[in-house]
């Protein structure tokens, strides 16, 4: 796990009095790359422009003072991890333990002593260059879980509906490198497909890992058993007899009949299923019928089904879509999705562009808060 050389370092300086500016360049200088802010303005700038890898941080400057500073860079998502050490001629104690509850990693009074400041600058600096090795290398590690997690998902879905009549498009967004969300397309037969969706429960490694066991059963299943109902409550099976932390899965299983149209579908806990059909509002089927899976040793599921006429369309989404919150905490809810879905285009890919569109705009830009996960199948015989 290499980590980066101290003499790279870089350190910011931020006091208004320039003989104390003085006295920490003379001391610092040869031994770490050195920038300099005269005012907690230019001092965020700086660290906005470029995160230093510590702050040495003065407290009693014009404008802004050094522990709106420390509250400004704690606060930012960018430079929260950074180090910042007050020098500052406050000593009391209240002035001390301020600092620290702003988030400061240490503090030292004025006057102080140069090899004092040196230890702590060169321990802080040592903290900072092994966490950030730390989180590089985890970040490889999870960069490449990733990548195995979305190489376990069908990646050509058109080899399972070649002649089928049916156009089936998705589109999966983690909220965080690796996720717990889950599709599959399966062709079991010339003339039944079998398409599911799943959101397990939490997030990050653990949610990977169970979704990756989920996907691998339930492509067992499905070539097992006919009904969606038995595909999932034999994944109930499974899933319960070995899971030690209790985790579960909200899915939904769909079989299409292709000569008939027919679609039959289960529901372990996920939420209802939209159906688009031209000239007419969206609407909610399928609603949920069961308990999730892998919680209880049975599952009592009830089976749903409809008869698609041509150009339907079936849209099935994970609960990420309808609970992806704004930056004024506004869920994107059951009206927004129907409304965004009445205005689509005339494929799967467009309906699940369109949505995954509309749910970014209502975002604008607010943190992911769950996964997102969409698939569209449209019934289109003869194309």
Do not use: W
Not at 57 to 76: H, K, Q, T, W
Not at 185 to 206: A, C, E, F, W, Y
Request: contains cysteine; proline residues 5%; negative net charge.
């Amino acid at each position: 796990m290499p980590m980066k050389e101290l003499s790279e370092c870089r350190i910011l300086i931020v006091d208004d009095v320039k003989a104390n500016v003085d006295i920490l360049v003379a001391a610092l200088r040869g031994e770490y790359k050195l920038s300099i802010a005269l005012d907690g303005e230019s001092a965020l700038r700086n660290v906005e422009r470029n995160p230093p890898d510590l702050v040495l941080l003065d407290i009693v400057m014009p404008g802004i003072d050094g522990y709106e500073v420390c509250r400004r860079i704690r606060a930012s998502e960018t430079t929260r991890e950074i180090p910042v050490m007050f020098l500052s001629a406050l000593e009391d104690v209240r002035d001390k333990a301020r600092g620290f509850e702003l988030g400061a990693n240490d503090y030292l009074t004025k006057p102080f002593e140069i090899l004092e400041v040196k230890a702590r600058v060169r321990s802080l600096l040592k903290a900072k260059a092994y966490a950030d090795a730390v989180r590089e290398a985890m970040e490889r590690d999870l960069s490449i879980a990733r990548e195995i997690q979305m190489g376990i998902l069908p990646s050509d879905l058109s080899l399972c509906t070649r002649g089928t009549g049916l156009d089936i498009h998705a589109m999966i967004e983690p909220a965080k490198q690796v996720g717990g969300d889950l599709y599959d397309v399966l062709r079991v037969g010339d003339d039944r497909v079998v398409v599911t969706i799943g959101d397990v429960s939490g997030k990050g490694i653990p949610a990977a890992l169970f979704m990756a066991v989920t996907i691998t059963l339930v492509r067992t299943m499905a070539r097992q058993y006919k009904q969606p109902d038995e595909i999932l409550q034999h994944l109930n099976s499974e899933l319960v007899a070995q899971n030690p932390q209790g985790m579960f899965v909200t899915i939904a299983c769909l079989v299409f009949d292709v000569p008939t149209g027919r679609v039959t579908a289960a529901s372990a806990g996920h939420n209802p299923l939209v159906i688009l059909r031209p000239h007419q509002a969206p609407q909610f089927v399928f609603s949920s019928s069961g308990a999730m899976a892998g919680l209880f040793p049975t599952l009592d599921i009830a089976c749903e089904s409809i008869v698609l006429a041509p150009n339907d369309t079936v849209v099935l989404y994970t609960d990420g879509v309808t609970e992806a919150f704004n930056h004024n905490r506004e869920a994107f809810g059951d009206e927004r999705l129907l409304e965004s879905l009445g205005h689509t285009g005339q494929n799967a890919a467009d309906t699940v562009r369109g949505l995954i569109g509309a749910v970014r705009n209502h975002a604008a830009g607010a943190p992911q808060s769950d996964d997102i996960t969409v698939v569209a199948v449209r019934y289109a015989p003869g194309q």
